[in-house]
């Protein structure tokens, strides 16, 4: 059993939960006492030392969520965004200060959480401005660009990040977002 504030050097960090208010336990799915780790008022690291992921988590509010258990594409998403975190709803805070972010309680595939990072951030990537000045929000824009790129392996420019937002931005075609998405981001498919 972990330990309350212990850090074990066997232990992998795996992804983080931060929420003020919250309080709970986290489980595997299995039971295994060996992967609880309680949650208090501070930042805590949920982690195991045999590398395996939850495949669904109890909040203590009586739900129960699915979510991904893909260890490499969740250290991924914290390379591309390094200030990022999960909180207690599961969503990942990709950019604290502008609040970024997106649900991942819901994300079961690698494609779940492709198609949510470009209908969610796309704009961010493309046209929003959470500052006053212009410079800080091309540099917003432009670091959201860059790590988007990072994470999906690909170069795209401000000006197709404008298609992707305009036309799948905010999940409002789903199901396109996830053919785009399958076919290896042809941008085709978005013009028809």
């Not at 170069?155 to 290896?184: C, D, P, W």
């Given at each position: 059993?972990?330990?309350?504030?212990?850090?074990?050097?066997?232990?992998?960090?795996?992804?983080?939960?931060?929420?003020?208010?919250?309080?709970?336990?986290?489980?595997?799915?299995?039971?295994?006492s060996?992967?609880?780790?309680r949650?208090?008022?501070?930042?805590?690291?949920?982690?195991n030392?045999?590398?395996?992921?939850?495949?669904?988590?109890?909040?203590?509010?009586?739900?129960?969520?699915?979510?991904?258990?893909?260890?490499?594409?969740?250290?991924?998403?914290?390379?591309?965004?390094?200030?990022?975190?999960i909180?207690?709803?599961?969503?990942?805070?990709?950019?604290?200060?502008?609040?970024?972010y997106?649900?991942?309680?819901?994300?079961?595939?690698?494609?779940?959480?492709?198609?949510?990072?470009?209908?969610?951030?796309?704009r961010d990537?493309?046209?929003?401005?959470p500052?006053?000045s212009?410079?800080?929000?091309?540099?917003?824009?432009?670091?959201?660009l860059?790590?988007i790129?990072?994470?999906?392996?690909?170069s795209?420019?401000?000006?197709?990040?404008g298609?992707?937002?305009?036309?799948?931005?905010?999940?409002?075609?789903?199901?396109?977002?996830?053919?785009?998405?399958?076919?290896?981001?042809?941008?085709?498919?978005?013009?028809?």
């Amino acid at each position: 059993m972990f330990a309350m504030g212990k850090k074990y050097a066997q232990m992998e960090q795996v992804f983080t939960v931060y929420d003020k208010s919250f309080s709970g336990m986290f489980s595997c799915e299995n039971g295994d006492s060996d992967h609880w780790v309680r949650l208090t008022n501070k930042q805590e690291t949920i982690s195991n030392n045999t590398g395996m992921m939850m495949n669904s988590v109890n909040l203590g509010l009586s739900r129960e969520v699915k979510m991904i258990n893909d260890k490499k594409l969740l250290e991924n998403l914290f390379v591309c965004f390094p200030d990022g975190f999960i909180n207690s709803n599961l969503e990942f805070i990709a950019i604290p200060k502008t609040n970024l972010y997106f649900n991942l309680g819901n994300c079961e595939t690698e494609i779940d959480v492709k198609c949510k990072i470009l209908e969610w951030f796309s704009r961010d990537a493309y046209k929003s401005m959470p500052f006053r000045s212009n410079w800080r929000n091309e540099q917003y824009n432009n670091s959201v660009l860059f790590a988007i790129n990072k994470f999906f392996g690909t170069s795209f420019t401000t000006e197709e990040m404008g298609e992707i937002y305009g036309k799948l931005g905010n999940a409002i075609r789903h199901s396109k977002t996830i053919e785009f998405v399958q076919s290896g981001y042809d941008f085709g498919l978005l013009r028809y």
